[in-house]
Structures are given as C-alpha cells and as structure tokens.
C-alpha cells in the first residue's frame, strides 16, 4: 500500500514560493521543499488530488493557488520506512500573505528564484528536478 502525496511547485513572478520543513519532521526534517500533503482517505470523490493541495497549501502556509497543472509523480520510500507515491503540480499563486501557518509541519517560507534553489545546500535533488521541470512547463505554456 502507498502513502499518497501531493506537492504544489507555487510560481508567482518567476520565483517559487518554498518552505524550510519543520525539524520534528520524520521525512526530510529541516530540507527545503515544495509545499504539500498527503491525500486522506474521502470515499468516493473527483479532483481529489487538487482539492487536497489547495488545502494543504492554505493549512500551511496561508495561500491560495490556481490553475494546477501536471508537473510529474514519482514514488519513494521515505526515511520511516513508508511507500510514497508524489504528484507534483504547477500552481500559480493567487492570494494570501506566505507565512508559516503549521509550524510543526513548516520552518520557514520563502520566495525563491530556479537559480538560488539550485545552487541552495539544503535543497535535495529531487526538490530541484521537480522545479526544473516546473520551471519548463511553465515557458511551454506561455
């Protein structure tokens, strides 16, 4: 069985809005990431994995987005041992005042440019593959 998972790559002005996870996180405890969640179990219901990253991006950090589009999914065990399938989507920011909202489950917020996350220590590879290939889709889409 997987854990579901769902990560918002949010761009507002060619920079992307971030969050230092909490320390007392299991998984990536302290590494820079995409904001998100996992999908909690609703029965029979569409959009699900939209509904649960508007939600968890509110939950933790205070913002609205739209527009959601498909960047891509991966799966992974995570450091407690769990079977996780993540789905990333590109999301425009739309409203709110970025702050940490959920402060077990986030650090820090920022606002980031493709190049400082790059070249950022505390970013792991996954994290700067997932906004590559956001950062692509967005100038397909222009």
Partial sequence: MFIVNVEGAIV????W???KRSEKEDHAGG?????GGKVESE???RDVLERTLRR??????GVYVSNLRYVNSSSF???????????????DFDSGNPFTKSPDEV???????IENIISHSNAPSYLKENIKM????LKKSC
């Fill in 17 to 19: 809005l971030l969050i």
């Fill in 134 to 137: 956001a950062s692509h889709l």
């Fill in 77 to 91: 065990i995570s450091d407690t041992g769990d079977h996780v399938v993540d789905i990333v989507f590109l999301c």
């Fill in 31 to 35: 590494l820079l990431s995409l904001v």
């Fill in 43 to 45: 029965g029979n219901s």
């Fill in 56 to 61: 968890e991006i509110y939950e933790e950090v």
């Fill in 107 to 113: 650090d820090e917020v920022f606002w980031m440019t």
């Fill in 12 to 15: 507002c002005e060619n920079q």
